[in-house]
């Protein structure tokens, strides 16, 4: 599949690959006939061309884990058409139908699955393309933020624009963290402490951010350019979770039962 990415300026991106399966969309369950991603917000291209010389005009490809470059003089975007059932297709975020807990609980954020590359093993994914949408939180006796937890499965989240609400400070757009399977991780102490104190009312959270997961059951390789070249690793990392303090009570009763 060819494909080219028009940007202006200096672009950063995101890109995961899969090689045993292919990207579909989640079955919806309970949820039944429509939700999350709907398949009539996915647009595929149409038959289209450009004749176009351009000198040097650059073709990579990618074969068994290496990038290969050639040079002709005109664009290859010049087949009008084709037969196939594999096209690129491209989907805006923003028109993802959520659904979420409206009474009690942080839901696992499965609901929030965009696409998912199912393993063969039932249940379990090669890849889950989560986001983390704009949405009301309305949940009551409940830490709304993402629960501390471990994880069976792989967690590498990155940052579109704005900020993610379980860091606030250091996860910037353009970065990303990564959980590894089973590593213990949660909000920082700073979320910590202002979900904790705060009053529940009816709230929006993650408006004018775009944060995302690529969750997997396997276990992600950090490239020596990620760890040392880039020059980029926080290092401090693990201070964000530092401040937290001890909160256990053992005479300590819910209100409601
Ligand atoms: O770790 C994270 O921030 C991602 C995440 C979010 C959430 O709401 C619940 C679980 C989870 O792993
Ligand atoms: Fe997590």
Redesign the pocket.
Known sequence: MRFSVSVSGSTRGYILEVFAAHFQLPYLGPIGANGLANPRDFLCPVAWYEDKDVKGYQVVSKFQGHLFQAEQNHSPFDVVGWHGSYVPYKYNLALFMVVNAVQFD????SIFTVLTCPSNRPGTAIADF?I?PPRWSVQENTFR???Y?R?CMS?F?GLIFGN?E??KEGFQPGGA?L?SVMTP???DTQCFEEATNATLCPTRVADGTQAF?F?SSLSLAVTKWGEETCQKLDKNYYKCWQGLKKHFNPKWQPDVL
């Open positions: 942080h839901c696992d954020p989560v983390f933020p993402p629960y937890h994880n967690e989240m993610y379980a860091k963290t959980h991780h949660g909000p997961m969750e």
